[in-house]
T-cell receptor
């Protein structure tokens, strides 16, 4: 059974803290993605990676960075958390092919106070 | 720019009734289209996808969708809704060469007994 796991389901952080969200997939997928989900806005792509150490900005990269040191792991980093980054964060992975399905993790609900 | 529109934010149906969720896309080339479902507190699960060929595609849980190029639509249907279908539904179009997805804002489905 394919699996994408995220390190935390719920996270509460203070403004200005550095926050790490971890995602691991066990399917040997080349692509990995980070989205944030907000009511009425659907899912918006923050960053994605198509290979180890390779990354591309998505539609809303400001305030975020990513790291992919190993194929199975993709980390999202909030360098200095702000209240407007309170959101649900979803990680996904897929094969490289354009028609491939993306598999999603359960999400991390981050609250920044 | 590519975009996906889901005109209905909330839909309520009675159990046993038929269902149609609307999706319109804007994309210059032949689109790769997806429908995902998100149950409360869960990640997204793929219901079905369209790449080419037969414009009526079958998915899991009794769902189907029809691709209509002339209307730029990919509406999701189910002939008889079950209470367990209550969830949020997202339409998405594949963009570019790295299997990026653009999501609609989602439609939240409520099912009355």
């Amino acid at each position: 059974d394919v699996k994408v796991t995220q390190s935390s389901r719920y996270l509460v952080k203070r403004t200005g803290e550095k926050v790490f969200l971890e995602c691991v997939q066990d399917m040997d997928h080349e692509n990995m993605f980070w989205y944030r989900q907000d009511p009425g806005l659907g899912l918006r792509l923050i960053y994605f990676s198509y290979d180890v150490k390779m990354k591309e900005k998505g539609d809303i990269p400001e305030g975020y960075s990513v790291s992919r040191e190993k194929k199975e792991r993709f980390s999202l980093i909030l360098e200095s958390a702000s209240t407007n980054q309170t959101s649900m964060y979803l990680c996904a992975s897929s094969l490289l092919l354009r028609e491939s399905e993306q598999y999603f993790g359960p999400g991390t609900r981050l609250t920044v106070t | 720019a590519q975009s996906v529109t889901q005109p209905d934010i909330h839909i309520t149906v009675s159990e046993g009734a038929s269902l149609e969720l609307r999706c319109n896309y804007s994309y210059g080339a032949t689109p790769y289209l997806f429908w995902y479902v998100q149950s409360p507190g869960q990640g997204l699960q793929l219901l079905l996808k369209y790449f080419s060929g037969d414009t009526l595609v079958q998915g899991i849980k009794g769902f189907e969708a029809e691709f209509k190029r002339s209307q730029s639509s990919f509406n999701l249907r189910k002939p008889s809704v079950h209470w367990s279908d209550a969830a949020e539904y997202f339409c998405a179009v594949g963009e570019g060469g790295y299997n990026k997805l653009i999501f609609g804002a989602g439609t939240r489905l409520a099912v009355h007994p």
